[in-house]
T-cell receptor
Framework: AQRVTQPEKLLSVFKGAPVELKCNYS??????LFWYVQYSRQRLQLLLR??SRESIKGFTADLNKGETSFHLKKPFAQEEDSAMYYC?????????????FGRGTSLIVHP | EADIYQTPRYLVIGTGKKITLECSQT?????MYWYQQDPGMELHLIHY???????EKGDLSSESTVSRIRTEHFPLTLESARPSHTSQYLC???????????FGPGTRLTVL
């Protein structure tokens, strides 16, 4: 069974502070992990994928297989980063294409 | 324009009514999904489809049904709406080459 845990329901920081949104996963195979973001009144959309190893809007995420984690980080938070963030895992065992989403973390960046 | 569309965006109906939430995508994706999401909460998978004539139930028990007669169309039907169905319903399609899901704007349903 695959599982994604986002332990923080709410994360509140001030502008310019570092941000880390935690994501831990459970999966027996080799996972593919993603972060999705939902800004107020906008669609849920992909933020970044672990295999791309890219930085999007200043966010990065490293897959740590030893700790089974995929935490999302940004060194200096901006007010426009305020949104709901979802960690997602895609396990393709047995031809399944069912993603598992975490419960989400609401990030609020205060001015 | 390649996109995923949902109609209606908002719907308020009375208990016992039959409703169909529409979802269409013009991206040619084989895989499509329906999620239920209360504002700021987690997503619950209620149905999915891997292609035409393929439909499966998701994790969340639901009194809804879906059909997939055409690749681009994946409607969700509630035979008899109840107040417990009040929620936001998100439709998504999936691009295999990038393992990316594309989400529609959602339908916010209120059952009185």
């Amino acid at each position: 069974a695959q599982r994604v845990t986002q332990p923080e329901k709410l994360l509140s920081v001030f502008k310019g502070a570092p941000v880390e949104l935690k994501c831990n996963y459970s999966y027996s195979g080799s996972p593919e992990l993603f972060w999705y973001v939902q800004y107020s009144r906008q669609r849920l959309q992909l933020l970044l994928r672990h295999i791309s190893r890219e930085s999007i809007k200043g966010f990065t995420a490293d897959l740590n297989k030893g700790e089974t984690s995929f935490h999302l980080k940004k060194p200096f938070a901006q007010e426009e980063d305020s949104a709901m963030y979802y960690c997602a895992l895609y396990g393709k065992g047995g031809g399944s294409y069912i993603p598992t989403f975490g419960r989400g973390t609401s990030l609020i960046v205060h001015p | 324009e390649a996109d995923i569309y949902q109609t209606p965006r908002y719907l308020v109906i009375g208990t016992g009514k039959k409703i169909t939430l529409e979802c269409s995508q013009t991206m040619g994706h084989d895989k499509m999904y329906w999620y239920q999401q209360d504002p700021g909460m987690e997503l619950h998978l209620i149905h999915y489809s891997y292609g035409v004539n393929s439909t499966e139930k998701g994790d969340l028990s639901s009194e809804s049904t879906v059909s997939r007669i055409r690749t681009e169309h994946f409607p969700l039907t509630l035979e008899s709406a109840r107040p417990s169905h009040t929620s936001q319903y998100l439709c998504a399609s999936y691009l295999s080459s990038t393992d990316t899901q594309y989400f529609g704007p959602g339908t916010r349903l209120t059952v009185l």
